[in-house]
T-cell receptor, first 113, second 116 residues
Framework: QKEVEQDPGPLSVPEGAIVSLNCTYSNSAFQYFMWYRQYSRKGPELLMYTYSSGNKEDGRFTAQVDKSSKYISLFIRDSQPSDSATYLCAAAYSGAGSYQLTFGKGTKLSVIP | DGGITQSPKYLFRKEGQNVTLSCEQNLNHDAMYWYRQDPGQGLRLIYYSQIVNDFQKGDIAEGYSVSREKKESFPLTVTSAQKNPTAFYLC???????????????FGPGTRLTVL
């Protein structure tokens, strides 16, 4: 079983819709949870980062982590065509070794005008 | 502007050839990483380096080699031993080694390698 599971989609929504993107993870040692946005043929860029459980909001984006159920979510309100991209969830822990990210497979989102 | 540059953007290779992908960063970051991205596979770690002259294998290191002679440079060589090298290659870096706290991982624009 992959440590971070993500439904690859694709997901298509109309402009203005609320988008919910989700991941599950299996490693209880993960402490940091990230969402990256990747436009076609570009490198990923960090969108949101959370530590441990809880919610974090940044404009139209809300990241949510539930460590009890090992569930990671990203909500996009009032979605725009410019939000069309692949969204990658990632998790990490720091410890004796180096800091490494474990990525989900990514969900391709299309927001239709 | 600080950032990570990768070159070339597109690279074509004949079977049996070794090729080297360049990655340079001017962020003064300590750690650097190489990932491979295939459709539907997400990002998989090839190699990483926490300090100069030191690097470790990631999950899929077979058929690849790296060097870290300078802090700002971390080139990746795709050797002829890599059986399926066609993919999108991403270089990344973080400020610290990450042993004690979160460090954002910044990515370069990527190199698309195609084997003919």
């Amino acid at each position: 079983q992959k440590e971070v599971e993500q439904d690859p989609g694709p997901l298509s929504v109309p402009e203005g819709a609320i988008v919910s993107l989700n991941c599950t993870y299996s490693n209880s040692a993960f402490q940091y949870f990230m969402w990256y946005r990747q436009y076609s043929r570009k490198g990923p860029e960090l969108l949101m980062y959370t530590y441990s459980s809880g919610n974090k909001e940044d404009g139209r984006f809300t990241a949510q982590v539930d460590k009890s159920s090992k569930y990671i979510s990203l909500f996009i309100r009032d979605s725009q065509p410019s939000d069309s991209a692949t969204y990658l969830c990632a998790a990490a822990y720091s410890g004796a070794g180096s800091y490494q990210l474990t990525f989900g497979k990514g969900t391709k989102l299309s927001v239709i005008p | 502007d600080g950032g990570i540059t990768q070159s070339p953007k597109y690279l074509f290779r004949k079977e049996g050839q070794n090729v080297t992908l360049s990655c340079e960063q001017n962020l003064n970051h300590d750690a650097m990483y190489w990932y491979r991205q295939d459709p539907g596979q997400g990002l998989r770690l090839i190699y990483y380096s926490q300090i100069v002259n030191d690097f470790q294998k990631g999950d899929i290191a077979e058929g690849y080699s790296v060097s870290r002679e300078k802090k700002e440079s971390f080139p990746l060589t795709v050797t002829s031993a890599q059986k399926n090298p066609t993919a999108f290659y991403l270089c990344a870096s973080t400020r610290g080694s990450g042993r004690s706290s979160y460090n954002e991982q910044f990515f370069g624009p990527g190199t698309r390698l195609t084997v003919l």
